[in-house]
């Protein structure tokens, strides 16, 4: 421990007076790590024991830039001790963080795929009984464009998305089941949310104002939303200021999995090549 300790502070000295391009790339995967560290551990009580070991390392370093000769011995002395019963303390939650870092790409894509059509049967389910009920429903898929403005007028809720937390929103005579559910990828972020109604003149007098509020949505952004009729019953779909209806089942799932399809490719990519420019990185630190 005391070596680790004399090359970080070499490492933070050459740092300060003639950083390098390779110091820059050490500090990057460092940050990195210490990030994954942190979300491994953030839902268990090892992370308020990395936060005490954090304070002790701070401390100890500063004590030896002031000249704290005795508080620095006594907190070094800590530190090379402290390490070994940290490992044997915190066995189940550094297994479990292994195991996690040793699990394949593939593996992380089969339960992303599984966990998507989850939702689409879950949604599918919701929609197909509200429907039989006649009980009214408007659902909105966030896509690129950002809802945060109109997930604000709404009752926050920040859940996985489920057929009896769904039907429970739009339940009648409740406090939530006014308004539009917002949700964005795999989680349900608000409801009871208010939404812009369409000013199109081509509109059916028959629809009402769920209908509208749908359409409206749908103009002025690329969400998709899915509407059930009060009176009729009938499942629609707005999307980009057009209003499809009378969807069956069929249609509802066909058209979900296209959207999760679409999403999970994208977040897919976007870790692909995050992984893809961490590894060019190591190589190029690795060859100079």
Known sequence: MAGFWDQAQTFFWNLIHRPTLI????????????????LLTRETRAIQVLKGLAVIIVASYASELIGLTALNWVL????????IALLILFQPELRKA??????????DHTQAQDESERIVDEITQCLLRLSRRRVGALIVFEQRTGLKDVTETGTSIDSIISAPLLENIFEPNTPLHDGAVIIRGQRIMSAACVLPLSESSSISRDLGTRHRAGLGVSESTDAIVLIVSEETGVISMARGGKLTRHLDADAIRKQLREMYHEEHSRIWQWRHTKHRLF?????AGHDE
């Open 98 to 107: 292994l195991e996690q870092l040793g699990r394949s790409a593939k593996i």
């Open 23 to 38: 110091d820059y790339i050490d500090i990057l995967i460092i940050a990195f790590l210490i990030y994954q560290l942190v």
């Open 76 to 83: 070094r002395s800590i530190l090379n001790n402290g390490v």
């Open 279 to 283: 590894a060019r990185k190591g190589e």
